[in-house]
């Protein structure tokens, strides 16, 4: 079937609109609110749009995961793929064939986890289907006791029970598994691994959590500038997934602000042909109250900024730990790096901003502007960064990549300042966001953008050296005045 009869036949079960496209390089579907991703080629296209059209119909979306482990949640989805299938022929017969065709020939055999959960599904998509193994019909006799229409909860009740089972039981679970139907998805749809309220403490200057209500300004609260999503490169299925990402771009409570130019003391030389407009009504304004006026109203074209440099904060929880032994954690000396850097490449010419960022899952990565490109640095815009959370890097990078291409310059550099490799809570796979971060740099790169990392104290020095290459990663083992300034020739290029 071509992709628009596959849309219009997702439109028809589902009884809403939901783009339906084939993407290269994808190894299960993937569902969202609005669009259903394919594999080209998939042989159970109708029971993968079937599928689909039960979730939209039945399914709860977006249930908060954080506080569920891999396991429960494997086998929660499992059941909610058999609880909005069964739903969903209830109302269309005749789709039951194209489930039990997509369905694997061969039972699973084994008793390790995928196998166990492939077992399950053919038990819980027919109610006749015989298993010898005690759990399979224990998960089978309580799925078919249930009515269909008793409700997600008493489903997922069902499904925790079953796992805690498998927890008894030690049966370990495998990071390798999907779905063993090929018409499945992979369960993005039902699951927020991202959620969490705003509610702590904003950090110290020394790294540790602030007090209740100091967040650096009376009265001024963390504001939210604007959201953007981007993707996210999977490098096990070779997969780019476009809008993956939720970036929050925020400004905290105090925030460097744009610098005011002061009143001109300027000697012979500074002289030139360029009218100085701030100079002029100064002038004008001293006349009018009758007063002495600078009759030095022009000024020569000031050569351009040598660069605009990025220094970019991880603000993950890990980053509270102590730093090279010391009393001080890592984000102080972060945060003191920043600082010194920041006013070095000023005094060298260069345009800097100061930013810092922090993820709760791909639905919620904070990006925080402390200083803006231009403005005074000082400790208090520093100070005033939260500490929390985890470490997404790739998303991060891409904002940042998308803030410096809008600065004037020839040449633009992002320098990371972190402690180690990029984590966070719905990423399963070890090596996902390492790649992904890499992925990422290549962009900044390939776009002539300079980038190298900053690390204290790295937990993983390889992986960092897989993100940023060999010479990319420069390990900061004091925050001396010659290690600043052999990172501030890193950043000029020079």
Not at 109 to 121: I, K
Not at 142 to 169: C, H, I, K, S, V
Request: glycine letters at 8%; charged letters at 20%; one cysteine or more.
């Amino acid at each position: 079937m071509t992709p628009a009869a596959l849309r219009l036949l997702l439109q028809g079960l589902a009884r809403r609109g939901c783009a339906v496209e084939a993407v290269e390089g994808l190894a299960q579907p993937v569902l969202a609110p609005m669009q259903l991703l394919l594999p080209p080629g998939l042989a159970a296209a109708r029971a993968a749009i079937a599928h689909a059209a039960a979730h939209l119909r039945h399914s709860p979306p977006a249930r908060d995961a954080r506080q569920r482990k891999p396991l429960a949640l494997a086998v929660l989805s499992a059941v909610e793929d058999a609880r909005v299938e069964r739903l969903l022929v209830q109302d269309f017969p005749g789709v039951r064939r194209w489930f039990a065709a997509a369905l694997p020939a061969a039972e699973p055999q084994g008793l390790g986890f995928a196998a166990l959960m492939g077992r399950l599904d053919r038990a819980l998509a027919d109610p006749a289907a015989h298993d010898g193994h005690h759990w399979v019909q224990r998960a089978q006799q309580g799925f078919w006791a249930l009515p269909a229409d008793a409700g997600p909860q008493a489903f997922a009740d069902l499904a925790l029970r079953l796992a805690n089972m498998l927890g008894q039981m030690r049966v370990p679970y495998d990071t390798q598994y999907r779905p063993g139907a090929a018409y499945r998805d992979d369960h993005s749809y039902l699951w927020d691994h991202g959620r969490q309220a705003e509610a702590e403490p904003l950090p110290a200057l020394g790294g540790a959590p602030a007090t209740p209500g100091d967040s650096g300004s009376a009265g001024a609260g963390p504001a939210l500038l604007r959201e953007r999503h981007y993707g996210e490169w999977h490098e096990k299925l070779g997969l780019w997934r476009p809008g993956w990402c939720r970036v929050q771009e925020r400004a905290p409570a105090h925030r460097g602000a744009a610098p005011t130019p002061p009143r001109r003391q300027l000697p012979p030389s500074s002289e030139g042909e360029r009218l100085d407009l701030p100079a002029a009504v100064a002038a004008w304004t001293d006349r009018r109250r009758s007063h002495a006026w600078d009759t030095r109203l022009f000024r020569r074209s000031t050569a351009p900024a040598q660069a605009s440099v990025l220094l970019l904060l991880d603000l993950s929880q890990s980053t509270l730990a102590p730093w090279g032994g010391g009393p001080a954690s890592v984000q102080a000396a972060e945060q003191r790096c920043a600082l010194a850097l920041a006013r070095r490449l000023a005094d060298q010419g260069a345009r800097v901003a100061v930013h810092g960022f922090s993820s709760n899952g791909r639905a919620e990565i904070a990006y925080w502007r402390a200083v803006d490109f231009g403005s005074p640095c000082d400790a208090a815009a520093l100070a005033a960064l939260p500490v929390r959370h985890s470490t997404r890097l790739g998303a991060a990078l891409r904002h940042a990549q998308a803030l410096l291409a809008e600065q004037p310059g020839p040449r633009r550099s992002l320098l990371l300042l972190s402690d180690g490799a990029p984590w966070d809570i719905d990423v399963f796979e070890a090596k996902h966001l390492l790649h992904d971060a890499r992925h990422a740099v290549q962009a900044l790169r390939a776009a002539g953008t300079v980038s190298t990392c900053l690390a204290f104290a790295p937990e993983d020095l390889a992986a960092l050296h897989t993100i940023f290459g060999m010479h990319g990663v420069h390990v900061l083992v004091h925050a001396g005045a010659l290690a600043l300034d052999a990172a501030a020739r890193v950043a000029l290029g020079r």
